[in-house]
Protein backbone atom coordinates (compact mmCIF):
# COMPACT_ATOMS: atom_id res chain seq x y z
CA UNK A 1 0.00 0.00 0.00
CA UNK A 2 1.31 3.75 -0.63
CA UNK A 3 0.08 6.80 1.17
CA UNK A 4 -2.39 7.27 -1.98
CA UNK A 5 -4.16 4.64 -1.37
CA UNK A 6 -6.82 3.45 1.41
CA UNK A 7 -9.12 1.20 2.66
CA UNK A 8 -13.25 2.83 3.16
CA UNK A 9 -14.82 0.77 5.64
CA UNK A 10 -18.40 0.94 4.48
CA UNK A 11 -22.01 0.14 6.20
CA UNK A 12 -25.70 0.52 4.70
CA UNK A 13 -27.56 2.52 7.23
CA UNK A 14 -30.62 1.21 6.13
CA UNK A 15 -32.19 -0.43 9.02
CA UNK A 16 -33.42 -3.58 6.81
CA UNK A 17 -30.26 -3.43 4.76
CA UNK A 18 -26.92 -4.27 6.90
CA UNK A 19 -25.03 -4.63 4.39
CA UNK A 20 -21.17 -3.92 5.13
CA UNK A 21 -17.88 -3.87 2.56
CA UNK A 22 -14.75 -2.68 1.63
CA UNK A 23 -14.25 0.06 -0.95
CA UNK A 24 -10.84 1.11 -1.94
CA UNK A 25 -9.89 4.61 -2.81
CA UNK A 26 -6.19 5.94 -4.31
CA UNK A 27 -5.39 9.16 -5.39
CA UNK A 28 -4.32 9.38 -9.08
CA UNK A 29 -3.19 13.00 -10.29
CA UNK A 30 -4.22 16.35 -10.49
CA UNK A 31 -6.21 17.74 -13.04
CA UNK A 32 -6.12 21.40 -12.20
CA UNK A 33 -3.80 22.96 -9.71
CA UNK A 34 -5.40 24.93 -6.73
CA UNK A 35 -5.33 28.60 -7.33
CA UNK A 36 -4.60 29.23 -3.70
CA UNK A 37 -0.65 30.04 -3.41
CA UNK A 38 1.66 27.57 -1.01
CA UNK A 39 1.54 30.24 1.68
CA UNK A 40 -2.54 30.25 1.91
CA UNK A 41 -2.90 26.29 1.85
CA UNK A 42 -0.22 26.09 4.61
CA UNK A 43 -1.98 29.12 6.36
CA UNK A 44 -5.37 26.97 5.94
CA UNK A 45 -3.68 23.91 7.03
CA UNK A 46 -2.54 25.60 10.90
CA UNK A 47 -6.48 27.04 11.42
CA UNK A 48 -7.37 23.39 11.16
CA UNK A 49 -5.20 22.45 14.00
CA UNK A 50 -6.29 22.60 18.06
CA UNK A 51 -4.59 24.80 19.78
CA UNK A 52 -2.63 22.24 21.42
CA UNK A 53 -1.57 21.11 17.72
CA UNK A 54 -0.82 24.69 16.88
CA UNK A 55 1.28 25.58 20.15
CA UNK A 56 3.14 22.51 19.36
CA UNK A 57 3.70 23.63 15.86
CA UNK A 58 4.70 26.98 16.84
CA UNK A 59 7.34 25.31 19.39
CA UNK A 60 9.21 23.22 16.90
CA UNK A 61 8.91 26.25 14.20
CA UNK A 62 11.22 28.25 16.60
CA UNK A 63 13.43 26.10 16.97
CA UNK A 64 14.23 26.19 13.15
Do not use: W
Request: proline share 3%.
Amino acid sequence: MSNSYTDLYCSCSGPLCDHSFVMNLSFSHTLSPSAKSSTQLAIDLVRALQLEQRQELQQQLSIL
